[in-house]
């Protein structure tokens, strides 16, 4: 009688996961809606006030914020796919040990980073770093570099309270708090600007302002939603935090080479053409990524879900899944990138200095960059919720050096848009190649073990 209600068990959870994947999804959207709006009225406001340059500058160290992002060793990711495989198997120990060795792990490596950052950041020279001229940039370049690297890695173990909502299928709280932290990111950032105050200033006031979020989310995770997942010291498991650092260090070579693949391409473009050029280009790049800002919306919730799914083998949700993302995102992707390929000159007008344009070449391969990356968040996101990351840990790395170089050589032949098109190139070759190629196999195996 099991064995026949398995199907009914398996069906019911699969509702259960593609409902809340939803509700995360239109949640996201309200919550990045707000956040957005936010930030298209900060955008004119910080790029009048703070000069071209400067305001390069800016896009170029909000950049380092996902760089950093990555200094957890990848041990966020890790607790996703711990906690999700605990969920399948209704195991509250289990999840209580993962929280628990996580969080310890990761504080440890945040108190690390910043005393690594107080002693090393003031013997780099940071205007030559970011390729800024004018008295003001130069000044401003170290310090405010400092302030995003220390408060960057104050939020290393606050990043672990998303994992938490996220593994629980429940990121729709997840997003209301990121909601609440870039509105008070944004109200922090014109305070500031109010009083007239210099680069760091801003950068403090916008990000400590993000901090302050992060901390009230864990209050209300750790003190009323799911108090148990507490992390106590005398829950910390030393086998567990073993198996989070070796799933955590292939899940970190693969952010690495997403971030030498994704967000490098700013920090290039200010090395090689100067900030100047940075502030053209990472605008052009910011209104782009909102495509994938809607898609990742309801395309993220999916890995905790691919998880569980994979813990009950529920094979046949799981591949329908993957193929239903897929298409979706390529529908939703594709005539977006179109509007904006024609649109987008009429938003900068709005947003910008007059100084700060865009050219239909550079929209183009940014454009086109984000119709492929739609297609391969759905594969990252397949294999990153089955725990096979080692296609992404073994080819990422190759795909990350390649698109550096590919980018320095299209760079010097194109301009700012050929650091744009050696993405595009590395994407197809390596995401959509190599790692599609392993996502395909596994659908495959899938299908064979019904």
């Given at each position: 009688m099991a064995l026949m209600d398995e199907p009914a068990q398996n069906e019911n959870h699969g509702q259960r996961r593609l409902r809340r994947a939803g509700l995360t999804g239109v949640v996201t959207l309200l919550a990045r809606g707000v956040t957005v709006g936010i930030g298209l009225v900060t955008l004119p406001l910080t790029s009048h006030y703070l000069g071209k340059e400067r305001f390069g500058l800016w896009l170029t160290l909000s950049s380092f914020i996902t760089w950093m992002a990555i200094a957890d060793f990848g041990l966020a990711n890790s607790l996703i796919n711990a906690l999700s495989a605990a969920d399948g198997k209704d195991d509250r120990r289990a999840a209580q040990q993962a929280?628990?060795?996580?969080f310890w792990l990761v504080l440890a490596v945040a108190v690390a980073v910043i005393l690594i950052c107080l002693a090393l950041a003031p013997?780099?020279?940071?205007?030559?770093?970011?390729?800024?001229?004018?008295?003001?940039a130069v000044a401003e370049a170290a310090p405010a570099m400092l302030v995003v690297l220390v408060i960057c890695a104050l939020r290393l173990p606050a990043s672990l309270v998303g994992c938490v909502y996220q593994a629980y299928q429940e990121g729709y709280l997840h997003q209301l708090w990121s909601g609440l932290s870039g509105v008070l990111g944004a109200a922090g950032l014109l305070l500031a600007i109010k009083l007239e105050a210099g680069l760091p200033w801003l950068v403090l006031a916008f990000l400590g302002s993000m901090l302050l979020a992060d901390l009230?989310?864990?209050?209300?995770?750790?003190?009323?939603?799911?108090?148990?997942?507490l992390p106590h010291p005398q829950r910390f498991n030393s086998a567990e935090a073993r198996w989070l650092l070796r799933q955590g260090g292939q899940f970190w070579v693969a952010q690495m080479s997403a971030v030498?693949?994704?967000?490098?391409?700013?920090?290039?473009?200010?090395?090689?053409?100067?900030?100047g050029s940075a502030a053209e280009y990472g605008t052009t790049l910011r209104l782009c990524t909102l495509i994938g800002a809607v898609q990742t919306a309801f395309v993220a919730p999916l890995w905790a879900a691919y998880?569980?799914?994979?813990?009950?083998?529920?094979?046949?949700?799981?591949?329908?899944?993957?193929?239903?993302?897929?298409?979706?995102?390529?529908?939703?992707?594709?005539?977006?990138?179109?509007?904006?390929?024609?649109?987008l000159p009429w938003a900068f007008k709005l947003l910008v200095t007059a100084d700060v344009t865009s050219s239909w070449h550079l929209r183009l391969a940014l454009l086109t960059a984000e119709i492929v990356n739609a297609a391969a968040r759905c594969v990252s996101t397949l294999l990153n919720g089955l725990g096979a990351v080692r296609s992404q840990a073994i080819f990422g790395p190759l795909g990350g050096a390649t698109n550096l170089l590919l980018s320095w050589l299209l760079g010097r032949w194109l301009?700012?848009?050929?650091?744009?098109?050696?993405?595009?190139i590395c994407l197809v070759i390596f995401w959509l190649g190599v790692m599609g190629r392993d996502a395909a196999l596994r659908l495959r195996e899938m299908h064979?073990?019904?």
């Open positions: 929280v628990a060795s996580a013997l780099v020279s940071w205007e030559r770093v970011f390729n800024v001229s004018s008295p003001a009230l989310s864990a209050a209300y995770l750790f003190g009323w939603r799911r108090s148990w997942l030498l693949m994704l967000q490098v391409g700013l920090f290039l473009v200010a090395r090689m053409f100067g900030a998880g569980e799914a994979a813990a009950r083998q529920d094979f046949v949700w799981l591949t329908g899944t993957f193929r239903q993302s897929l298409r979706v995102s390529l529908w939703w992707a594709v005539p977006m990138a179109l509007l904006l390929l024609i649109g301009g700012v848009p050929g650091i744009a098109w050696a993405t595009v064979y073990a019904r």
